[in-house]
């Protein structure tokens, strides 16, 4: 009975080992080909910039379009245009054929009328059109990691002469073969077992695909055995060209510093600082040769051994018939000539890295597991040039005229953020996060927390301005002490000090905040209650820790750049709160959008007004106040903005806005250590660096006045409606119903009789005298 029992147990053991041995390698093959194909979708979810915007009034050197255009794979003709994706320049016009041109049912010539360089206006087929937007840019892929420079192209960009290269050196069977190359892997094994070790692998296109997604490096007879396994899998069940794409996508082509170069579009840029589709004979031979080793063969690394290899790739294409002998003894003399790597070579590397943050955690995981996902972004890559041109100049402007502030190590070097956003829809144009991708990929933009110092001032005169309850507590014109003042905190004292210890008396609203005086702000903060301003602050969308107390008003909290710039949005946008600042548009699956989940839609978060007067304070910063130096510069006085400055000058800041394009700038050291500098001196130059490029490239407008607000002229020694004798006067802005009464300090003989002459002529007339202050068409803050 035991026996028979033991006999049950052997056959149930070989019955599970036998199902083991049948099904084990299925379920690998199974749980292998899955992770494959995770990998191959989320590198083909493509994440792309903005289509360039060709509307009237857009400068067309500004924004490089000869360059876009050849991006983009157009070509310049000496006739007209014709097909699809070909361009020419007819005097100061351009004629264009838009590669997506069969979407539009024939009516594909595009012309720009050009003048002094700027787009007049645009028609299509002879009918005038409001703009054109050019094709989109590929900016990276979804699974690109932080610190790696990946972007990916699709095999229809690929030149022919690249595909050739990389065959030759490569896998010049890998249309023939399925998977696994036996006479490569005859040779392969005759010299290791020379060798007595693994020392060559003669591994097809497949297998090394294969290898790089789902093995180790680790070489063992038993890894090359399971990547053929792998390999054959692989050419079962994908085409040879998705097998083609994906490897020259992922292939690994050397460092830049801490960053790997990944795929032939990036290798492409980074060497070359040219598009996949423009690459040379030459250039394609270089890039195939650095596959085999890529901290070998690399240029940056051994110039004369890289000519070597290109020579070697160089002599197998013509081995196989794939250029000529003309071309070759040509290409082969050629010297090797790449750009410095020092660079990064993908577009708005702090970006990317943001959006695919934003892409998980607004669209779920899940979006970027089906293949053929395209996710279309904000950003403008001319904003985005300017930007990163802007914040070099500025740092390499500051440590030259403040050496002491040069640092030799990379990672305690001075940093700079600098966000643009389009105020009416929260959308990120351009974004920096920091000074070198290279040296560090920490997004200070959206990742450090700093203090805004008074760049969160203008809150608080929001709150002060706000009608609650009634009239609000305070007008633009209301006087306010800028004294000494000391508050008890804990039963401690507190001082708050003005920059420099600077301290002006009797100052109006307006001058407070154009100054950035901090007793005069306490004063209105005590005034206005502190957790009104908290509340003010989450109404206008800033997140983060905020506790009522009154270091709070000057900024003595901790919050986001982004965060930070969201607020001034809803100041920006009339009080229209949205519901994110954004660094995606859409994502695309097919013909359709994807919607993220628990959408929201904006909110009047405060009265358009209300908005409106903190915009003309804003204003007055820039014509008279610590934002003056921008307009000393030349840039235009359609502009309104706050310096920022905290203790010792660790953060330097200044947020300032158009109706169409709101910008911050940050900057400071990640340590925190001081550096000494006030917003107006660090953070104010490189803004208004940024700012002239983008007005000059893109038309701006004024702010309109929105109903509720009139205005009226005002003594600004005592913030009283002005009368004919009053010496200094200025046109203010007010909520309607909220003007100051006239003043009573200056009249006089003259104001009696202006008066009872202007009694007579409404008399006379017939009509009522209209009240001073009922409506202009904009604000003036300049003593008259």
């Not at 750009?339 to 590397?349: F, N, V």
């Not at 300032?656 to 104010?684: I, K, N």
């Not at 200094?728 to 009696?752: M, Q």
């Amino acid at each position: 009975m035991l026996t028979g029992r033991l006999s049950r147990w052997r056959k149930l053991l070989l019955a599970l080992l036998l199902a083991l041995a049948i099904g084990g390698p299925f379920a690998y093959s199974a749980v292998q080909l899955a992770r494959f194909e995770r990998a191959d979708v989320r590198r083909a979810t493509f994440i792309y910039a903005t289509g360039q915007s060709l509307a009237p009034g857009t400068h067309v050197q500004r924004i490089g379009l000869a360059a876009t255009l050849a991006r983009l794979g157009y070509i310049e003709t000496r006739v007209a245009p014709g097909s699809p994706g070909q361009f020419r320049r007819v005097g100061s016009d351009w004629e264009l054929f838009p590669l997506e041109a069969e979407e539009r049912g024939g009516k594909a010539l595009v012309r720009l009328h050009v003048v002094d360089e700027r787009i007049e206006r645009v028609t299509r087929a002879d009918q005038e059109v409001a703009d054109l937007t050019l094709e989109p840019e590929v900016l990276a892929s979804a699974q690109d990691r932080p610190g790696e420079d990946h972007r990916p192209v699709r095999l229809d960009e690929v030149p022919r002469v690249l595909i050739d290269a990389v065959l030759a050196a490569e896998d010049h069977r890998f249309f023939e073969h399925g998977g696994l190359d036996a006479r490569a892997l005859v040779r392969a094994a005759w010299a290791n077992l020379r060798a007595g070790k693994v020392k060559e692998g003669g591994s097809t296109i497949t297998q090394q695909l294969v290898k790089v997604r789902l093995l180790s490096p680790q070489r063992t007879y038993f890894r090359k055995l399971r990547e053929a396994w792998l390999a054959a899998l692989v050419e079962s069940r994908y085409s040879k060209q998705r097998i083609l794409e994906a490897y020259l996508n992922e292939i690994y082509l050397g460092q830049r510093g801490p960053i790997a170069i990944r795929g032939v579009g990036a290798a492409s840029r980074a060497y070359f600082g040219k598009e996949v589709h423009q690459l040379t004979t030459g250039e394609a031979a270089l890039i195939a040769a650095i596959i085999r080793g890529p901290n070998v063969y690399s240029p940056a690394v051994d110039p004369s051994r890289a000519r070597d290899r290109r020579n070697v790739v160089l002599a197998r294409m013509r081995e196989l018939e794939t250029i000529s002998q003309a071309e070759y003894d040509r290409v082969r003399r050629s010297p090797v000539r790449v750009r410095t790597l020092a660079s990064p070579g993908q577009s708005a590397p702090y970006f990317a890295d943001h959006v695919r943050q934003e892409l998980e955690q607004r669209f779920g995981p899940e979006v970027s597991r089906v293949r053929g996902v395209r996710v279309m972004t904000t950003l403008d890559l001319s904003l985005q040039r300017f930007a990163e041109a802007a914040a070099v100049r500025g740092l390499d402007r500051i440590e030259t005229s403040l050496p002491r502030l040069r640092r030799r190590d990379p990672g305690r070097r001075l940093q700079v953020v600098l966000v643009a956003v389009e105020p009416a829809t929260g959308e990120i144009r351009a974004l920096v996060g920091g000074r070198d991708y290279l040296a560090s990929q920490f997004n200070r933009a959206t990742l450090a927390r700093r203090q805004p110092g008074s760049a969160f001032k203008p809150i608080v005169y929001l709150a002060a301005l706000h009608a609650r309850d009634g009239a609000p507590q305070f007008t633009a014109a209301s006087r306010v002490d800028d004294l000494p003042i000391t508050l008890k905190l804990g039963g401690q004292p507190w001082s708050p000090r003005n920059y420099e210890d600077r301290y002006e008396g009797s100052v109006s609203v307006r001058q407070a905040l154009e100054r950035s005086l901090n007793a005069a702000t306490v004063r209105i903060a005590q005034t206005v209650g502190l957790p009104s301003i908290v509340e003010m602050a989450r109404t206008l969308g800033l997140r983060g820790h905020l506790t009522p107390v009154p270091a709070m008003a000057l900024g003595a909290f901790e919050v986001a750049p982004l965060d930070l710039a969201r607020a001034y949005v809803t100041l920006a946008n009339g009080g229209v709160r949205l519901p994110a600042v954004s660094g995606i548009r859409a994502v695309q699956f097919g013909d359709e959008d994807v919607q993220p989940a628990g959408a929201e839609a904006p909110v009047q978060a405060v009265p358009a007004a209300e908005a409106f007067l903190v915009t003309s304070l804003l204003k007055g910063v820039m014509t008279s106040g610590t934002g003056s130096a921008a307009r000393a510069s030349g840039l235009p006085d359609l502009v309104a903005g706050k310096t920022g400055t905290t203790n010792d000058g660790r953060d330097a800041w200044f947020v300032g806005y158009t109706p169409r394009l709101l910008t911050l700038v940050w900057v400071g050291f990640d340590s925190g250590e001081p550096h000494g500098l006030s917003g107006a001196q660090a953070a104010l130059p490189i803004w208004t660096d940024f700012m002239q490029q983008a007005i000059q490239t893109y038309p701006q407008g004024e702010f309109s006045v929105p109903p509720g607000i009139v205005f009226a002229d005002i003594d600004t020694g005592n913030g009283k409606r002005a009368v004919m004798a009053c010496p200094v006067v200025i046109r203010e802005a007010f909520l309607t119903g909220t003007e100051p009464p006239p003043c009573d300090e200056h009249r006089g003989v003259v104001d009696s009789v202006v008066g009872g002459w202007n009694r007579l002529s409404d008399w006379l007339r017939g009509s009522p005298r209209e009240p001073v202050g009922e409506s202009a068409p904009q604000v003036d803050t300049l003593d008259r």
